[in-house]
């Protein structure tokens, strides 16, 4: 089983910038594709960036240019740097850790709230 804890989420701004964090409990982290999602109130899940075990990013169209997903496999722990932020942003943050087979290896966090407000 493989445990992820999310934080750094919080109220800021618009325009401003958070960084959330993501620690995984597991020995091969760094097999693992790692992603951020988000839900909105009202709204469905949606996906908001993956990284994979190469360390290639992919960026929901929303966020391309203004969000970086990064990991760091010594620490065991994924990265979501968040800049020039808009209300639209806000939501809970999900991490989300997954190997081959999915239907075997999908695990979820528990989330963080960001709130993007003046």
């Known amino acids: 089983q493989v445990q992820l804890v999310e934080s750094g989420g919080g109220l800021v701004q618009p325009g401003g910038s958070l960084r959330l964090s993501c620690a995984a409990s597991?020995?091969?982290?760094?097999?693992?594709?790692m992603a951020w999602y988000r839900q909105a109130p009202g709204k469905q899940r949606e996906l908001v960036a993956t990284?994979?075990?190469?360390?290639?990013?992919t960026y929901a169209p929303s966020v391309s240019g203004r969000f970086t997903i990064s990991r760091d496999n010594a620490k065991n722990t994924v990265y979501l740097q968040m800049d020039s932020l808009k209300p639209e942003d806000t939501a809970v943050y999900y991490c989300?850790?997954?190997?081959?087979?999915?239907?075997?290896?999908?695990?979820w966090g528990q989330g963080t709230q960001v709130t993007v407000s003046s």
């Open positions: 597991v020995i091969t982290f760094s097999t693992y594709t």
């Open positions: 990284i994979s075990s190469s360390s290639t990013a």
């Open positions: 989300n850790a997954y190997a081959w087979p999915r239907t075997m290896n999908d695990y």
